[in-house]
């Protein structure tokens, strides 16, 4: 890994290191929104499927806990659009404490997502666990019901792994951000990860009214 | 960025206040029956708005906006091609009752 | 004295290797477990792909041997189902998926453009152990119980029902699919900003265009059918119900997400040939290549039309009549973008100076067995016949034809042609004709009869026929064991080249592209200083350097002055 922004070998200029690095990383995020999109298309077919049971089954999980999570999220959104635009003018100090509050507010959306987990552990409501949405409804009800749940967790989980995965790249950034390394010159990683981690936002302002939302009504 | 356009501090935080807002209306809407005017405007409302939002972060918090012509041909190809997907299946489904 | 344009490769006895090349510049298994340069990483994915190809061949040959009884006692009906799956997994996902793009992508890619290397060469090396641990995977669901599924996965089948050892395979094909997805990343950037100075879009090889446009499709389509074996594998795992009719689940749903890149998939297979042909025809006609602009446009309108397609997969599985409509029509459309292409490849030999080296050889049989390939592809997309065909050796027959008439003899068309770059030394050409016409007889045999099987009415998948289809059988087995010879001819004349062929110098053929202008081997940098391009692609007129007698262009007078 570069340390002090050095021209890897086999570019020729760091316009051209930079280029590539940024256009990477939006490749990437483009492979990542086929990937979610796939869930999103079986949602979306289910949800057509069985709206009823999909609206009712969304009524149960915490409204208040998802849409504070939203708020946190887009917060820490803004913390790391901050981040980069002070690695950009050469705040170094600046850049350390933004990129510290986008890994805060992180970390309290996970802390909360853990809370509605457990929440519908004990509620009977993961699938492939101790599945019983509502023991007095039909089988068929129950079933389908299930599906939202599995899509629920599979969703909001994979979601989850990313914002894991985007902490500790929060955590090394803020290492390297003490360390001094960023500068208005090179700044690349905080840029990347900055994409990153708009993107993994961008999923849950999708995920927030699709399932938080259904029918509330 | 390659293309070191700095955003300044005060169009983040205007575009935060966008996206709270625009949060605050997704849940109220989503408490309206809009369904009664329109079939599935409570979908398309939340949809639309979702939309909305995510625009705002990737032309401004990602620097869409600013980007070189290739990335914003990557950002359109990646949005058109889950759009094939989601509408050319749903167009099975969709249409299985016609006949 | 001029050379004539139908001279034999210009290697001459006393030419010698370069004193210092890619595959000398560092020794030890270190360096090349851990090496970044990618012409190294092409090789580690040569052997790679090559065991693949055996392990995938292995069960071929099961399979053609058990069908040569109408109720063949080489296996049980359950094992059959295992073999033809296994073949199919094992060949598509290992080998034909990444053979030209990870081998002769990766080697060609950053010298056709005058780059040192790829944009990422350390991705580029995470690419391959990414493959080698989906591949262990694979074989160990291989080695434990095998899968039965077909290569398609169906539902409920393999999420509910079969007792094969489903989940390792389909975390072994999910994790391979990263490998792919990198390596589109990495050709993508590469080609977008890693260009020299003076190599414009429109001056870039054809194989370059083509990898762009297979690159596209990995990017875009490989995610989908990861997240879909994703929830397969959760829903066997823990009985949930995507794609289970008791739970409430479809199964259509899995067949669309899952033909959404299966069917990109097969042009990930096919462009990559189609480069290598691109290539291939004009230096062996001695003519820039007919419609240059056309060919880079129908690379990438197969590209994006492939992704309108997919469904034409399930016409018999109960999709709406108007969605068969559709998908049919889409299906004719994206023909056309491949028939151009066979079109001004014919154009181009029109008139042409052509010699029939081996590299040739492949790509006229290309050119054949891939319009038989296509053309049986518009009559599985007719949806009246289709509903006679589907399912029948019909459609092998169809596949197979593109697969290995196409995509294989493809990759190995381009193994000969680059060979001498990457080795630096000629394979036997007299030997290298034989095999190839021996691989193009037995192909023919080997797979012709199907069409006529399917024709008449032998289902695919089956371990047992009626014993009127016995004689088409029979010719089909014969055939690949003429098949299997025409393959292991090249694998060993080709390794015993390496040693004793003869010294190919920088450019034995000539080709124009800038990977000729290199060291054969190349140098680790690729070049010496960063080339700067101002000629056209495939401009055989106005390269002197070549030496050819080409319409009125100079020839290279020899040094003792004989004008």
Not at chain 2, 66 to 82: D, E, H, M
Not at chain 3, 220 to 227: Q, R
Not at chain 3, 356 to 368: C, E, H, K, S
Request: aromatic share 16%; glycine share 8%.
């Amino acid at each position: 890994m570069h340390r002090t922004g050095e021209l890897f070998g086999q570019f020729e200029t760091m316009e051209q290191q930079r280029e590539s690095a940024s256009l990477g990383m939006w490749v990437f995020l483009s492979t990542e929104v086929l990937f979610f999109g796939g869930m999103f298309m079986t949602y979306t077919l289910n949800r057509s499927t069985y709206p009823d049971v999909f609206g009712e089954a969304s009524r149960s999980i915490n409204l208040t806990l998802g849409a504070v999570n939203t708020i946190v999220l887009i917060a820490s959104s803004l913390t790391m659009a901050m981040s980069v635009w002070a690695s950009q003018v050469g705040k170094k100090q600046l850049l350390t404490i933004f990129l510290i509050l986008t890994l805060i507010l992180g970390s309290v959306f996970l802390g909360i997502k853990g809370i509605e987990y457990h929440e519908k552990f004990v509620e009977h409501h993961v699938p492939g666990l101790n599945f019983s949405f509502e023991p007095g409804a039909s089988v068929a009800t129950n079933a389908h019901a299930q599906l939202f749940f599995s899509l629920y967790f599979a969703m909001t989980g994979l979601h989850a792994l990313h914002m894991i995965i985007g902490a500790g790249l929060l955590i090394w950034l803020i290492g390297q951000s003490l360390k001094g390394r960023f500068t208005p010159e090179y700044s690349t990683p905080v840029d990347l990860i900055g994409l990153y981690w708009h993107f993994v936002d961008i999923v849950w302002i999708f995920l927030f009214p699709l399932l938080y939302l259904i029918d509330r009504h | 960025m390659s293309e070191h356009h700095i955003v300044s501090p005060k169009i983040y935080i205007a575009i935060f206040v966008a996206l709270m807002v625009c949060t605050i209306l997704t849940v109220y809407a989503a408490t309206v029956d809009l369904n009664q005017y329109f079939s599935g405007l409570n979908i398309i409302v939340a949809l639309v708005i979702a939309t909305l939002k995510a625009s705002l972060v990737v032309l401004f918090f990602m620097h869409g906006k600013y980007s070189p012509k290739r990335t914003q041909l990557v950002i359109v190809c990646s949005v058109f091609w889950l759009a094939i997907m989601l509408f050319m299946t749903m167009s099975d489904y969709v249409t299985r009752l016609w006949s | 004295m001029s050379t004539t344009p139908a001279a034999r490769p210009s290697a001459t006895p006393g030419n010698t290797l370069p004193r210092e090349h890619y595959l000398n510049a560092t020794y030890g298994i270190r360096s090349w477990l851990l090496t970044t340069d990618h012409k190294r990483i092409a090789l580690l994915y040569l052997v790679s792909v090559t065991f693949f190809f055996f392990i995938g061949g292995a069960f071929a040959t099961m399979i053609r041997i058990h069908l040569l009884t109408p109720n063949g006692y080489l296996v049980t009906a359950e094992t059959y189902n295992k073999l033809f799956t296994m073949h199919g997994v094992a060949m598509i996902f290992f080998f034909l998926i990444p053979s030209i793009p990870a081998v002769l992508g990766n080697f060609l890619i950053p010298l056709m453009i005058g780059a040192k290397d790829l944009a990422f060469p350390k991705i580029n090396l995470l690419s391959w152990y990414i493959y080698l641990v989906g591949g262990s995977f694979v074989l160990y669901s291989f080695s434990t119980g095998g899968l039965d599924t077909g290569w398609t996965f169906y539902t409920p089948l393999s999420s509910v029902y079969s007792n094969s050892a489903v989940t390792p395979a389909v975390i072994g094909v999910f994790i391979n699919g990263f490998s792919s997805i990198l390596t589109g990343l990495n050709f993508i950037v590469t080609i977008h900003t890693m260009r020299a100075p003076g190599m414009t879009w429109f001056r870039l090889p054809l194989f370059v265009w083509a990898h762009y446009a297979t690159s596209i499709i990995f990017i875009l389509g490989t995610p989908v059918i990861a997240i879909t074996l994703l929830l397969a594998g959760l829903e066997r795992m823990l009985h949930l119900g995507f794609f289970n009719p008791a739970l409430g689940g479809d199964p259509i749903l899995f067949q669309h997400l899952f033909w959404f890149y299966s069917h990109p998939a097969v042009y990930i297979m096919i462009l990559p040939a189609m480069g290598v042909i691109s290539e291939i025809i004009p230096t062996f006609a001695r003519k820039p290549i007919f419609g240059y602009t056309f060919i880079a446009g129908s690379s990438i309108a197969i590209a994006v039309i492939g992704f309108f397609v997919w469904a034409h997969h399930m016409f018999l599985t109960g999709e709406s009549a108007y969605a068969a409509l559709t998908f049919s029509l889409l299906s004719y459309l994206v023909a056309i973008p491949s028939a151009v292409k066979v079109f001004n490849w014919t154009s181009t030999l029109y008139k042409g100076s052509i010699s029939w080296d081996t590299p040739m050889l492949y790509a006229l049989g290309f050119i054949g067995l891939f319009l038989v390939g296509g053309l049986t592809g518009l009559f599985l997309a007719c949806l009246g016949l289709d509903i006679h065909i589907h399912d029948t050796y019909f459609v092998v027959a169809h596949f197979h034809y593109i697969m290995v008439g196409g995509a294989v003899m493809g990759y190995v068309g381009g193994l000969h042609f680059w060979w001498p770059k990457i080795t630096g030394r000629l394979y036997p050409e007299f030997l290298a004709r034989i095999a190839a016409v021996t691989l193009f007889i037995g192909f023919n045999l080997t797979f012709f009869p199907q069409f006529i099987l399917g024709y008449l009415g032998m289902p695919r998948r089956y371990h047992s026929y009626p014993p009127e289809f016995q004689v088409f059988n029979v010719m089909s087995t014969a055939g690949a064991s003429i098949l299997a010879l025409g393959y292991l001819l090249p694998m060993v004349y080709l390794i015993w080249s390496m040693r004793y062929g003869t010294v190919a110098g920088r450019n034995p053929w000539p080709a124009t592209g800038l990977e000729w202008q290199t060291d054969s081997p190349p140098l680790t940098e690729n070049f010496d200083v960063t080339p700067e391009v101002t000629w056209e692609a495939y401009d055989f007129v106005n390269r002197p350097d070549l030496g050819l007698d080409v319409k009125g262009a100079p020839s290279l007078a020899p040094a003792h002055g004989d004008d």
